[in-house]
């Protein structure tokens, strides 16, 4: 068996590679809006990073929305001084399990409908889209005696 030689590091790159800046984290919200996409969001500041899952306060054009967090990555090559940034994190786990989580992109991608109006449709009864708590309406009933 041949085994390679390791190569040997230029000193030089190695310093250039380490001075380089790392691309900022980037956070992927779906929003229930009629669009087909995701789009890009910067971190809250002083918070860690929003999980998969959670429901997030977010400009969307002149008004807030909230929006569940489908990812993170690392943002090469965007225009930094274009994206906003998180306003809340708004729940501390996420709201649905990995498997569902899986099954709404799936959905998402296989029905060629708005990923975020897919989260809009399964979300927990209980759990009011726009982050105010519960979702609890007060009903009146009347009767004849």
């Given at each position: 068996?041949?085994?390679?030689?390791?190569?040997?590091?230029?000193?030089?790159?190695?310093?250039?590679?380490?001075?380089?800046?790392?691309?900022?984290?980037?956070?992927?919200?779906?929003?229930?809006?009629?669009?087909?996409?995701a789009?890009d969001?910067?971190?809250?500041?002083?918070?860690p990073?929003?999980?998969?899952?959670?429901r997030?306060?977010?400009p969307?054009?002149?008004?807030r929305?909230?929006?569940?967090?489908?990812g993170s990555?690392?943002?090469?090559?965007?225009?930094?001084?274009?994206?906003?940034?998180?306003?809340?994190?708004?729940?501390?786990?996420?709201?649905?399990?990995?498997?569902?989580h899986?099954?709404?992109?799936?959905?998402?991608?296989?029905?060629?409908?708005?990923?975020?109006?897919?989260?809009?449709?399964?979300?927990?009864?209980?759990?009011s889209?726009?982050?105010?708590?519960?979702?609890?309406?007060?009903?009146?009933?009347?009767?004849?005696?």
């Amino acid at each position: 068996m041949r085994t390679c030689a390791p190569a040997e590091t230029d000193p030089v790159a190695v310093v250039e590679l380490a001075a380089m800046p790392k691309a900022p984290r980037i956070v992927q919200v779906a929003i229930p809006a009629p669009l087909r996409k995701a789009f890009d969001y910067l971190p809250p500041r002083g918070t860690p990073e929003p999980l998969p899952g959670v429901r997030v306060r977010v400009p969307f054009g002149r008004r807030r929305a909230i929006g569940i967090v489908l990812g993170s990555g690392r943002g090469a090559g965007l225009d930094l001084g274009r994206l906003k940034r998180i306003e809340a994190v708004l729940d501390a786990r996420p709201l649905l399990p990995p498997a569902v989580h899986q099954l709404l992109h799936r959905s998402a991608a296989y029905y060629r409908s708005p990923v975020g109006e897919s989260y809009a449709a399964a979300r927990p009864a209980a759990t009011s889209w726009c982050g105010t708590g519960p979702d609890v309406r007060r009903t009146t009933t009347f009767s004849l005696r």
